[in-house]
């Protein structure tokens, strides 16, 4: 597909999701608890068991039969007979109470805690000072989660709040998304991290840091897969043709950026028709029109090359709409324009935004930067709106879903 075929952004994504559903069947591995921080679950995970999974005290005090200790008060204090036995095996009748620390069982009889400041404990006695009502300080069996509930769903980020869930429920692995990802840049003007020395050395010899690949390395690493960058690639149809094969015989997706167009020397999009099928070339998007998606069957495994622009701030964009969407979506939230927003019917626009408050109020400021070069709007930017190809833009003051970054 050629770059004046555009399609529409809601379509390009369908092709690419729907590719994405596919694969993703497959792609997991299991790795334990500690090991799926950031990761993405492959599955829904329930609970096996109630947590809490016993009646357990909440406080620090005396486990108690809440009626026994009705009225009690500082000059009305109620006397209980104190066992002096483990909690674990223990129970207690009327006019009875055994000593309990934070997370202890509640023994058999007992249905609160009264806590140890209100207590005091003399002789094998302890005085009440004030009444408990039933399960007072109880924490009890299913109050934080009860058992079939769900814990985190397919597609979810695993927290460290997930972490500390799963492990309270005896839960020591877990199938997350397994993915590898190469990314190669291609263009004579690039060089590598390692192949420059200086300022200088990039100005006299009019070079351009290739940051595209680390910027996308960092991006993948935050949606918990695993990227690979491989040296950059020079604008020569063998040498491309060779880093996309290895990087393809070494991983399930790879990234391309530059070459996207259709220059004298853009050849990256030119090798890729011949090793696989070019799905799409072109999205009617602002930044990052020169989009593609193609697929490969290489040693009967099919693989998938997502062809981003040589941008930085396009290839971010793409990267954003077409990759990290699927896998980590944004937040987002409503908030009124500060100032209009002009768009082009039948494109779909991405306009980078900085909040701004105003009157103790939060608005969104579009950024004046323009440009798929300018890389400072992406450091500069809160978020970003997405104006459909319907929409002709947006007035001042018009309610708008943004999404953060």
Known sequence: MLLKNLISYNEAKNIVFNSFNEMMKYKYKTVDILSSH??????????????????????????VIA???????????????????????????????????????????????????????EDGFVEVRKGAHPYENVARVGEDVKKGDLIIKKGEVITPYHIALLLSLGIKNIKVYDLKIGLISTGDELVDLDDFTNIDELKNEYKIVNSNS???????????????????????????????????????IIITTGGTSVGDRDYTIEVIKE???????????????PFGFAKCVLNDEEKFIFILSGYPVASAVQFELFFRSYFRARKHVY????????????????VRIKLINKDNKTYIEPLRITGSGVLSSMT??????????????????????????
């Open 67 to 121: 009626e026994d200790t009705f009225g009690a008060s500082e000059n009305n204090p109620i006397i209980l007979n104190l066992v002096d036995e483990s909690p674990n095996n223990a129970e207690i009748g009327t006019d009875e109470c055994i000593k309990v620390s934070t997370g202890m069982p509640i023994p058999k009889g007992a249905n609160a805690v009264v806590m140890k400041e209100y207590c005091i404990e």
């Open 380 to 405: 500069k930017a809160d978020g970003y709106v997405i104006i459909d190809e319907n929409i002709e833009g947006y007035e001042k003051g018009d309610e708008v879903k943004v999404y953060m970054l």
């Open 38 to 63: 950031n990761k993405i679950s492959f599955e829904d995970i329930r609970a096996p068991i109630d947590l809490p999974m016993f009646n357990k005290s909440a406080m620090d005090g005396y486990a």
């Open 214 to 252: 680390p910027m996308l390395y960092s991006l993948i690493c935050e949606t918990g897969l695993t990227p690979k960058i491989y040296k950059r690639a020079r604008d020569n149809r063998e040498e491309i043709k060779n880093t996309i094969l290895k990087a393809l015989n070494e991983n399930d």
């Open 335 to 350: 908030l009124p324009l500060n100032r209009n927003i002009a768009s082009t019917l039948g494109r779909t626009d991405i």
């Open 275 to 289: 090793m696989g099928n070019v799905i799409l070339h072109g999205v009617q998007i602002r930044p990052g029109k």
